[in-house]
């Protein structure tokens, strides 16, 4: 399975970016999937996760009410849409794929990863 990541780029402070996640190699309508980021120096650290059906999403408190996750499994694809970005959400974007079919907010429980994409917000 492979995944690829995309849609990162340079943005102000208050912008907004949307990240595709395209899988090929499996089909993605048993598994949750999630995104992922690290900054420089930092760990990798939990952004968001969505359900196999998309009906149940996770996030983490520092993105929440500003980032959406959404998937289409008819593409193969998941998404994240962000908002007014702020320079703290500077990092490269990871996507995976997880081993639940459910949220999980645990990188453990990932068996596949992107390349990642990096965003950086300017203030």
């Known amino acids: 399975v492979q995944l690829q990541a995309s849609g990162g780029g340079l943005v102000q402070a208050g912008g907004s970016l949307r990240l595709s996640c395209e899988v090929s190699?499996?089909?993605?309508?048993?598994?949750?999937m999630g995104w992922f980021r690290q900054a420089p120096g930092k760990e990798r650290e939990f952004v968001a996760a969505i359900s196999w059906s998309g009906d149940t999403t996770q996030y983490s408190d520092s993105v929440k009410a500003r980032f959406t996750i959404s998937r289409d499994n008819a593409k193969n694809s998941m998404y994240l849409r962000m908002n007014n970005l702020k320079p703290e959400d500077t990092a490269v974007y990871y996507c995976?794929?997880?081993?639940?079919?459910?949220?999980?907010?645990?990188?453990?429980?990932?068996?596949?990863w992107g390349q990642g994409t990096l965003v950086t917000v300017s203030s």
């Open positions: 995976g794929i997880s081993y639940r079919s459910g949220t999980s907010r645990s990188p453990g429980a990932f068996f596949s």
């Open positions: 190699g499996r089909t993605l309508s048993n598994y949750g």
